[in-house]
């Protein structure tokens, strides 16, 4: 199995915008999510929570997101489910492709799938975080953009971009809130 380095290298040539996007991002990302870890005292495996961190967004070179350097042809929010196939591929473990899978937004109901006619694959497979790493990953995700200055954003800006996508994610995020809040 490669490890996340290596397979930044096959998708995100050094020198490129997108590679340090990436980069930037994950390791932000990485970096709260080891404190929350230690802070919580959650038990989880550093290694583990470090590489899920960092190629949680892995499948971003896959969409369409111009302004983060990335020119493939699949909608944006398809970044995480393509994420996941990506790092299936490459015979990661499974507990790391579902971080993939399951981060984006407060997860994906299949309800919301339908009702938003989202860019989603069917139903069929789960997109709601649900071990405490993959919730982990999808909190700390939340307050760093890939798209601004990536510095953590305040609590406040990150409820305001969430309550775009309604009062059902809204909560979902209240809930991961209260349990991994650490300030």
């Known amino acids: 199995m490669l490890d996340y380095k290596q397979l930044y290298d096959l998708y995100y040539p ?3 915008r997108r590679r340090f996007i990436l980069e930037e991002h994950s390791r932000r990302v990485a970096e709260f999510a080891a404190k929350i870890n230690t802070a919580k005292q959650l038990g989880l495996d550093p290694d583990t929570v470090e590489a899920a961190a960092m190629l949680h967004d892995i499948g971003i070179f896959l969409v369409y997101a111009p302004s983060i350097d990335c020119w493939g042809t699949q909608p944006y929010l398809r970044h995480g489910v393509l994420g996941a196939d ?3 591929r490459h015979h990661f473990p499974e507990e790391i492709a579902r971080v993939a899978e ?7 109901t299949a309800e919301d799938v339908r009702a938003a006619g989202l860019p989603m694959p069917e139903p069929t497979r789960c997109m709601m975080p649900q071990t405490v790493l993959e919730r982990l990953i999808c909190y700390a995700d939340k307050f760093f953009s890939k798209s601004a200055n990536l510095e953590r954003k305040p609590l406040d800006k990150v ?3 969430i309550t775009r996508f309604g ?3 809204l909560q979902r995020f209240y809930t991961l809130h209260n ?3 650490i300030d």
């Open 159 to 161: 409820v305001r971009s």
């Open 86 to 88: 990506l790092l299936r």
């Open 167 to 169: 009062e059902a994610s």
């Open 102 to 108: 399951r981060h984006t937004g407060t997860g994906i």
């Open 179 to 181: 349990e991994f809040n």
């Open 14 to 16: 050094l020198q490129t």
